[in-house]
C-alpha cells in the first residue's frame, strides 16, 4: 500500500510568516499534485508536478518534486488568511489509482 | 454551472437504514470516483469507474454498491448503514484514471449515522 506521509499535520502562524509542508513516502510516483480544501468543500487542484527536480511557482506558492519522485514539498511565502485550509498532496503509482496524503491543516491568524 | 455535483449534501439517517448519494458530472470525463473523508480529513478511494466499468474497487464493505448509469453520473448505495459510515463522501471526476489527470470533486455529501 502507498502512503504518503505530510508533515506537519497542523500548522497555525501569524501572517506574513513563511512555511514549508513535506509530503514524504517510500514508493515512487510517476506524477504528485498538491490540492487545497476549504471548509465545506472539496479539494481543488494548485498543481501538478510530473519530473524529478522540478520546481513550479504558482504566485506566492512554491512546489517542488524531489528528485526520486518520492516526496515533494509546498513552501508559502509571506501567508495570508486566505491561504487557509487543507492541503493534500496527492500520487500517482500507477495503477490507474491516486493516492491522497494525510493533510496538513494551516490557519494563518491575521 | 457546477462541474460535479453530488446530493443529499448533508444527511443524517438512523443505523441500519439504505440510503443513496447521487452524482453527476458535466465535464464529459470519462472517469468517476468515489472517495472518503473521515474525521481526521483522510481522504481515500472507494471506487473508480471508467466509462461506465468499475477499475478500483478498494477494501470497502459490500454493503456499498456503487452504480454508473451512464458515464455522468456514478451514484453510491449504501445498505444497513452503520455508525462508522459517519464521514463525509466525494464524488470526483477527471478525464482519465491517474496519469496527473485533475481530479475534479464535488462539494461532498455529509453523513452523519446515529
Known amino acids: 500500500t502507498q502512503l504518503l506521509e505530510q508533515s506537519p499535520q497542523f500548522l497555525s502562524i501569524q501572517e506574513g510568516e513563511n512555511l514549508t509542508v513535506y509530503c514524504n513516502s517510500s514508493?515512487?510516483?510517476?506524477?504528485l499534485q498538491w490540492y487545497r480544501q476549504e471548509p465545506g468543500e472539496g479539494p481543488v487542484l494548485l498543481v501538478t508536478?510530473?519530473?524529478?527536480?522540478e520546481v513550479k511557482k504558482l504566485k506566492r506558492l512554491t512546489f517542488q518534486f524531489g528528485d526520486a519522485r518520492k516526496d515533494s514539498s509546498l513552501h508559502i511565502t509571506a501567508a495570508q488568511p486566505g491561504d487557509t485550509g487543507l492541503y493534500l498532496c496527492a500520487g500517482d503509482g500507477g495503477y490507474q489509482k491516486v493516492t491522497f496524503g494525510t493533510g496538513t491543516k494551516l490557519q494563518v491568524i491575521p | 454551472d457546477t462541474a460535479v455535483s453530488q446530493t443529499p449534501k448533508y444527511l443524517v439517517t438512523q443505523m441500519g437504514n439504505d440510503k443513496s448519494i447521487k452524482c453527476e458530472q458535466n465535464?464529459?470525463?470519462?472517469?468517476m470516483y468515489w472517495y472518503k473523508q473521515d474525521s481526521k480529513k483522510f481522504l481515500k478511494i472507494m471506487f473508480s469507474y471508467n466509462n461506465k466499468e468499475l477499475i478500483i474497487n478498494e477494501t470497502v464493505p459490500n454493503r456499498f454498491s456503487p452504480k454508473s448509469p451512464d458515464k455522468a453520473h456514478l451514484n453510491l448505495h449504501i445498505n444497513s448503514l452503520e455508525l462508522g459510515d459517519s464521514a463525509v463522501y466525494f464524488c470526483?471526476?477527471?478525464?482519465?484514471?491517474?496519469?496527473?489527470?485533475?481530479?475534479?470533486f464535488g462539494e461532498g455529501s455529509w453523513l452523519t449515522v446515529v
Open positions: 465535464l464529459g470525463h470519462d472517469t
Open positions: 514508493s515512487v510516483f510517476s506524477s
Open positions: 470526483a471526476s477527471s478525464q482519465d484514471p491517474g496519469s496527473g489527470n485533475t481530479i475534479y
Open positions: 508536478v510530473v519530473t524529478g527536480g
